[in-house]
């Protein structure tokens, strides 16, 4: 039986569902192995400036191939790219399953992330053309669930996994569900396209590639590097001055790989910006806390990923609900409500200590989950909905790459910010200890309370960083008093070319 994706009526839930699994599996694989790192660099001997390749090239990957996911969903159909994607990503998933050494698994990673990467503009480009925008919110909404689910149990999941087997099982779990799912489309996407002439303008990929590239490695690196260092301001410089070449290549292109024209419509570019902003402050709480719960407060990483699994739930399920809510009453009062919540629970979590219950970080963080389900996805959708249906390949290219690229520099800035000043309250404390004795120690003293001043200036370093991320979290709620009810906006392109035809038509009579 063949089925379309798109059809006139009701969508086609069926295949909707094939595209959000398929999603799934690649959203879940970002988080799932981030708990497994330390028994990687144990097991395949490898330093922890090495193995986080395994996250960062990931997003290095993402933030190249997404920028030319606009021109791979105008030129090839749902069934070709959604074929392409998850072949891509299971045999990466193979491969990694198999590695016994570090660079055959990052291979093997940077292929499931090349799949990733054309997955989530695919699945939310078929959203957007499937529904009308009055039920648009609902439709993200469910897409959300998906989206958040994935990452909710990717932690908890892993450490299970982890505690009970070695690393590899995380690739063999993810296999066979990646292979029926490929099986799936391969038999019930029958979808079909007719012939578009558009080439892909290569030095564009060129440049686009050493510019979200360079950009993103650069901030990726300072974090263990510091910001002085020339393998990091060299490649933002290198990332910085491409990014300016291809963005003026795409205003001079007729058919640019990815249309920065989408950012003259002001919903969509306010959303953008507000999405920016707080990508860099929701950081936070993935890096910061468990950090704090593993190294300073010593609790186990299921302990730590099964404490964060509420919040995440919490997310998910509110998905749908802020969707309906967005469809009644639009993005503005959702996202100041959000991002109200978020601020201030993120603001409490800059007070944390070493009494904070397990209990309380727990409860803190699903009210912190919470705000943010209220923020994420109805302003994007308000953001896209402004959009004339010609701009939804690049709207949603573009709105990937800016999530890859902010969440890249909040990543570098918190935890920059939170090494700086675990550093220079650890050089105080020490001076102050110092100066205070009477007598040599003796070395298993000198040791436990050298220890004692990095734990402690360790979480004045987090509890910064959170007051920090507080801030910016800030700027986004300013941000949010500026959003309006956003619907299409007329296509300049299509409105010449309608009156275009009324002219002539005129002159024909």
Known sequence: MEQSIYQTGRPNYGILSILMIGAFIAFLNNTLLNIALPSIMMDLNVEASTVQWLTTGYML??????????????????RHLFIAAMSLFTVGTV????????????????????GSAIMMPLLMNVMLVSFPIEKRGTAMGIFGLILMAAPAIGPTLSGWIIEHYDWPMLFHFITPIAMTVLLLGFFLLKDKKEKVNIRLDLLSLLLSSVGFGGILYGFSSAGSKGWDSPHVYATIIVGVISLVAFIYRQTILERPMLNFGVFRYPMFALSSTITIVLNMAMFSGMLLLPIYVQTIRGISPFDAGLMMLPGALVMAVMSPVTGKLFDKFGGRVLAMIGLAITTYTTYLLSTLSFDTTYTYLMVLHAVRMFGMSMVMMPVSTNGLNQLPPRFYPHGTAMNNTLNQVSGAIGTALLITVMSNRTDSVAADLLADATKSMTTAPTDAALANMQQQIMLQAMLDGINFAFFVSALIAVVAFILTFFIKRATPMEDPIQKTSSEGSVTATLAEN
């Open 95 to 114: 491969i990694a399953g198999m590695a016994d050494f570090f660079p055959l698994l990052l291979g093997g990673r940077m292929l499931q992330a090349s």
């Open 61 to 78: 990957v993402n933030g190249i191939m997404i920028p030319t996911t606009a021109f791979l969903i105008q030129k090839f159909s749902v």
